[in-house]
């Protein structure tokens, strides 16, 4: 009696078992060879993410000077002065109101500007060429020439407007002024991420609408929206995690000032590091600003898969 033929791969001669499909005993050996690949690009990955959140956490647990060349562990003590630090919930609004009136800004002139160009005019690609300037200008190149439209006494601004205004003198006008900046600079990325998102949505659909009688309104709700949803929380995670972590627009346009009133989370752990060399308790808020930054970035994940599904 003949043993049955057991198929193999006239190829690579590698056994096939029948009613599996798998390979033999040699695929597991060569699946680790290649996972070994894999070690570097993990060694370099831990070298820049991993260690650096360990070694700030670690810094976070000492009162650290270096200018007293002081080092002494505390555990838990910075994270009670920080609850307890008032400078540090000033920063925290500050964030929280940049974040969400420029985010929110953005995302409808930027929804109102991919509407615009998604149809069909003369001049679309100029347009678009316009559009993108502000974005394509450097942070800090676009601060000082906001620094200089914002002048109470030679800006342009006021000028315009026939009024006499300390734009970033005044703690009310100095974060709204951030905001608008902030709104100028970045409505243009908006507008083209969600552009790229409406030329993928079936004109089809929009024939569909009108032929059952649907308004501009009613197409815009009940069409546009559900199929642009997973764009609008892609640009929602870009620009909320980049305004919460705001640093350098801020700082050249005001510094944190007028009377810590633009003071942001990030502007304060780096006046902490670096301007007072305090490495516990800057590392301390630093350390907030990635928890804060890890929960919004789960928080739109999740909203994601859920409009995905």
Do not use: C
């Not at 991993?50 to 200018?67: D, G, N, Q």
């Not at 190149?141 to 109470?152: D, G, Q």
């Not at 810590?260 to 990030?266: A, D, V």
């Amino acid at each position: 009696m003949t043993s049955p033929t057991v198929p193999r791969n006239s190829i690579t001669g590698e056994t096939r078992y029948a009613g599996t499909g798998t390979l033999g005993p040699g695929r597991g050996g060569r699946f680790g060879e290649k996972s070994l690949f894999l070690v570097p690009a993990l060694f370099v990955l831990s070298a820049v993410t991993i260690y650096p959140i360990l070694y700030v956490l670690w810094l976070s647990l000492h009162r650290r000077l270096l200018i007293f060349d002081i080092s002494k562990f505390v555990s838990f003590q910075n994270y009670g002065f920080l609850l307890a630090d008032e400078r540090y919930w000033n920063a925290l609004r500050n964030t929280v109101y940049f974040t969400g009136v420029s985010v929110a800004l953005e995302l409808v002139l930027g929804m109102s500007i991919a509407l615009l160009l998604n149809g069909a005019f003369r001049g679309k690609g100029l347009m678009r060429s316009i559009i993108l300037v502000p974005w394509a200008i450097p942070t800090v190149v676009s601060a000082k020439m906001w620094e200089w439209l914002y002048n109470p006494d030679f800006g342009l601004l006021n000028y315009l407007l026939g009024v006499k205004i300390n734009w970033l003198g005044s703690p009310f006008w100095a974060l709204n002024a951030a905001v608008f900046m902030d709104v100028w600079k970045t409505t243009p990325f908006v507008a083209i991420l969600l552009t790229a998102g409406l030329q993928n949505i079936p004109q089809e659909l929009y024939h569909a609408a009108r032929v059952d009688g649907a308004s501009g309104w009613q197409a815009f709700h009940r069409v546009t929206l559900p199929l642009l949803k997973p764009v609008i929380l892609v640009v929602l995670i870009f620009r909320t995690l980049d305004a919460f972590r705001v640093f350098d627009a801020i700082y050249v346009l005001t510094g944190g000032g007028p009377a810590n009133s633009t003071e942001t989370l990030s502007i304060y752990a780096y006046k902490v590091l670096f301007q007072t060399l305090q490495f516990g308790y800057g590392s301390t808020i630093a350390l907030t600003v990635f928890l804060f930054v890890g929960v919004i970035t789960v928080f739109y994940v999740r909203l994601l898969r859920r409009g995905m599904e």
